[in-house]
């Protein structure tokens, strides 16, 4: 079984930047499309950005310009590079597969919190 473990959250000003990281062990992870996917504070989980295996990405509005998702294969890694951060950023950041019915366990997520 794959197991995901994400990090690099923290708390930071609005207008910054954070780069979130995704290590994935196990699988054949070159193969896989992975998203990363948020959930604020009393909201439902909603998806980022989505990398296919062949790197093509989609972002979802409200990070489109802001976010950049990249992967390496080498390393069994996703990243979120996070820029111009807003406190509606805020929320706990996990990565998983992108299709519902092939997810993997789901990880310990990284805190991202944007304040002043």
């Known amino acids: 079984q794959v197991q995901l473990v994400e990090s690099g959250g923290g708390l930071v000003q609005p207008g910054g930047s954070l780069r979130l990281s995704c290590k994935a062990s196990?699988?054949?992870?070159?193969?896989?499309?992975m998203a990363w996917y948020r959930r604020a504070p009393g909201k439902q989980r909603e998806w980022v950005a989505i990398?296919?295996?062949?790197?093509?990405?989609t972002y979802a509005d409200s990070v489109k310009g802001r976010f950049t998702i990249s992967r390496d294969n080498a390393k069994n890694t996703v990243y979120l590079q996070m820029n111009s951060l807003k406190p509606e950023d805020t929320a706990v950041y996990y990565c998983?597969?992108?299709?519902?019915?092939?997810?993997?366990?789901w990880g310990q997520g990284t805190q991202v919190t944007v304040s002043s």
């Open positions: 998983n597969r992108a299709t519902p019915t092939t997810y993997f366990a």
């Open positions: 990398i296919t295996s062949d790197v093509s990405t």
């Open positions: 196990g699988g054949i992870f070159s193969t896989y499309t």
